[in-house]
């Protein structure tokens, strides 16, 4: 009995060591399926998650989705060039869009309306999901919602550099001498905010399905760059993280509509720097099968 007694401690500190290392490695368990499960990304925009945030109310996946149920073919006739023409195309054509530079020292120097309009119908051109065509371009010219933009821009942009991208991001835009100072937006003579419709409404008032609505939108994007370039006109592709509430709701677009790229347009000013940068080699960005 005395044995047993002065054992008593010992067989309670094992026991208490035991609980200790099982509830240590059930908590490591836990905080890594938690990490597995939501990765922490902080400078992810919460506003800019794809139509599967945006579950559409119970139509069943055959119902009329507003698109006409038989749309008439129309015969086809689109330009064929000669091997000499289409080569000697392509190489002006890349000539052209190699130039192409992200500038942010724009001129306040007025640009014609009617160019804008232009390479907006131009980008209305891309290819889209069921051909549901996504996306709304606002373009501001209002000096007081230009400003309004960059004040909101940067204190986002702010908090973005000291706190959500993190030291690798933050240094790796050094050398690119940016920051979160925009002066871009309030000089540009107009700013074009690209958003994507993550879904529309059909005629009775219930949500319509837009079809990789990102993508599609992104392609419209991506032509509305080339269109710029083609006029003489000059950008710089920006992405105002965790700003897209805001400048929805200053902009009055409802809430079907994400922010997804905001575009300064104008002409360089006279003494505009860019980067020395190059481009990767076509055997890099290239694979023949």
Request: net charge neutral; glycine share 6%.
């Amino acid at each position: 009995m005395a044995l047993f007694s002065s054992l008593t401690p010992v067989f309670i500190a094992i026991i208490c060591v035991l609980i200790g290392v099982i509830m240590k490695t059930n908590g490591e368990k836990e905080k890594r399926d938690t990490k597995s499960k939501h990765p922490c990304r902080p400078w992810v925009d919460e506003d800019l998650r794809d139509g599967t945030d945006h579950p559409l109310e119970e139509e069943g996946e055959e119902e009329w989705q507003g698109l006409e149920e038989d749309v008439a073919h129309v015969p086809f006739t689109g330009e064929r060039y000669s091997e000499a023409e289409m080569i000697k195309r392509s190489q002006t054509f890349y000539e052209l869009l190699n130039k192409r530079r992200s500038v942010r020292f724009l001129s306040d120097e007025p640009v014609p309306r009617e160019v804008i309009d232009n390479v907006i119908r131009t980008a209305g051109t891309s290819p889209s999901g069921a051909h549901t065509e996504p996306w709304t371009f606002v373009v501001v010219q209002d000096p007081y919602l230009k400003h309004k933009i960059r004040e909101i821009v940067e204190e986002e942009e702010e908090i973005n550099y000291k706190k959500r991208m993190g030291d690798r991001w933050v240094n790796d835009l050094k050398r690119l001498r940016t920051n979160w100072i925009k002066e871009y937006l309030d000089t540009a003579p107009y700013l074009i905010l690209i958003f994507k419709q993550v879904y529309g409404r059909l005629p009775n008032g219930k949500k319509k399905t837009h079809y990789y609505n990102e993508i599609s939108v992104s392609i419209a994007c991506g032509i509305l760059l080339a269109a710029l370039q083609n006029v003489g006109l000059y950008t710089v592709t920006s992405t105002p993280l965790n700003c897209g509430p805001q400048l929805r709701v200053l902009l009055q677009r409802p809430a079907n509509e994400k922010l997804l790229l905001l575009l300064p347009v104008g002409y360089p000013k006279k003494d505009a720097t860019v980067p020395a940068l190059t481009r990767k080699p076509l055997e890099d960005i290239m694979v023949v099968v």
